[in-house]
């Protein structure tokens, strides 16, 4: 039966990568820990490994780590995902063997599909880099996968299968665009409109009082779903000198 030593990424812990073993499929180990309370994100596998004997390689990589380890009772060392593959590297040398995440290469080049879907090509590394977290060797091995595997022509554009689903995209984003800003202008249009409302009705109501009390009519507004709500505080005769009024101004 294979073990296996691993190094996992979380990112709800950036800079920070998972170093344990297991003698079961790493996948199944992978589910396991992020199904426990308190891992608020999945941990995805960044490096596998199949060694003889998991218990001692750990031990040995964590005593070679020790410096780096967040906890002494946790598996967690604060380093990144590329500086933790190259200790195990030098510690396991060639006695071990890499074994390669294929569901991590799987999701990478469907990733880096979509972004050339999106962006129409991939002119350079940095476009991958960033989105995906991936160095730049990686970025690069996959632009010559998607060239490999007729996604990308030559000159790192789409094949023309896959254009057509890019201008179709293009398309859909310009008109959530338009819509968003359709959405704005009427907003922003209503909001003008219950501006101009209050002032009118402020205009229409200044001054208001009782002349035997000489209280003077308190007026306050409220948005009920777009409609404007005039509260009139005062004397009998001040509320309905006020309705009155506000009669008047809504049959204009």
């Known amino acids: 039966m294979s073990e296996f030593i691993y190094i996992l990424e979380n990112e709800s812990f950036p800079g920070v990568v ?83 995440d294929y569901d991590r290469e799987d999701d990478l080049f469907f990733a880096a599909t979509q972004i ?43 094949c023309s299968d896959l254009r057509l689903e890019h201008e179709k995209r293009i398309r859909e984003v310009h008109k959530k665009q338009q819509h968003g800003e359709c959405e704005r202008l009427e907003k922003e249009s209503a909001q003008h409109e219950m501006i101009l409302k209050i002032r009118k009705v402020r205009e229409l109501l200044a001054g208001l009082h009782d002349a035997e009390t000489g209280q003077v009519a308190e007026v306050s507004f409220e948005n009920d779903n777009g409609n404007l709500v005039v509260a009139i505080r005062g004397t009998e005769w001040v509320r309905l000198e006020a309705q009155r009024l506000l009669s008047s101004f809504a049959e204009q």
């Open 116 to 158: 050339a879907i999106s962006l129409g090509k991939i002119e350079w590394p940095a476009n991958l880099t960033g989105r995906l977290k991936i160095s730049y060797d990686e970025a690069l091995n996959l632009i010559q996968g998607l060239q490999a595997r007729g996604i990308l022509n030559s000159h790192n554009e789409l």
């Open 18 to 100: 998972k170093i344990g073993r297991t003698e079961r499929e790493v996948a199944e180990r992978v589910k396991e820990l992020s199904s426990a309370t308190g891992v608020p994100t999945e941990f995805t596998v960044f490096r596998k490994f199949v060694v003889e004997d998991a218990i001692t390689a750990e031990r040995k990589i964590h005593e070679r780590l020790a410096e780096y380890r967040v906890s002494g009772n946790r598996e967690f060392f604060r380093l990144s995902a590329d500086e933790a593959t190259s200790a195990l590297e030098e510690m396991l040398g060639k006695n071990s063997q890499r074994s390669p």
